[in-house]
């Protein structure tokens, strides 16, 4: 079995800050993570991975994620936050040899001018 | 490229009619997947399809039929429409290759109303 929690409804952040969206999974075996970003009306668009290797991952838009094994958590950061980056935010795990993506159930991002 | 296409956009059906959601990919993708899109539920899992001939069930699969015939197409098919099927359905693909896993793309969405 395979779940993903997202803790946050909805996380505001002032642009310029840092932001972190939390994310933490549960898999019997090795994850496969992601996170996808919708805006409004529009279909999910993918940000970035974690397969293997390197515990931090650098994806699209200036995103990062680390990794956490102990953890078990793929949060998803930014270092300085723009209005743009106001969205629905999607972690996703899926386990090793297992074809099925589990989502969480979304944070909605608000970044304040 | 196109991508990954959906019609329609918006359909609003009565309590019992049947209908076919429409999804097509060019990017000769292996998996093809739908998904619906609930307030407060996230992403459900329907049906996917790890390639032509072979499909299986999701999460949430009751109420809902798929086929593939071919690559390119995934139809999902509402059965005896219910006003619980209301929401927002999501159509994706992705390659099946390598040692890695790869990310899904997906459609800009059917938004249906059930009456």
């Known amino acids: 079995a395979q779940s993903v929690a997202q803790p946050e409804d909805q996380v505001n952040v002032a642009e310029g800050n840092p932001l972190t969206v939390k994310c933490t999974y549960s898999v019997s075996g090795n994850p496969y993570l992601f996170w996808y970003v919708q805006y409004p009306n529009r279909g999910l668009q993918f940000l970035l991975k974690y397969i293997t290797g390197d515990n931090l991952v650098k994806g699209s838009y200036g995103f990062e994620a680390e990794f956490n094994k102990s953890q078990t958590s793929f949060h998803l950061k930014k270092p300085s936050a723009l209005v743009s980056d106001s969205a629905l935010y999607f972690c996703a795990v899926r386990m090793g040899g297992y074809q099925k993506v589990t989502f969480g159930i979304g944070t909605k991002l608000q970044v304040i001018p | 490229n196109a991508g990954v296409t959906q019609t329609p956009k918006f359909q609003v059906l009565k309590t019992g009619q049947s209908m076919t959601l429409q999804c097509a990919q060019d990017m000769n993708h292996e998996y093809m997947s739908w998904y619906r899109q609930d307030p407060g539920m996230g992403l459900r899992l329907i049906h996917y399809s790890v390639g032509a001939g072979i499909t299986d069930q999701g999460e949430v699969p009751n109420g809902y039929n798929v086929s593939r015939s071919t690559t390119e197409d995934f139809p999902l098919r509402l059965l005896s429409a219910a006003p619980s099927q209301t929401s927002v359905y999501f159509c994706?693909?992705?390659?099946?290759?390598?040692?890695?896993?790869?990310?899904?793309?997906f459609g800009p969405g059917t938004r249906l109303t059930v009456l």
């Open positions: 994706a693909s992705k390659e099946r290759t390598g040692t890695g896993d790869n990310e899904q793309f």
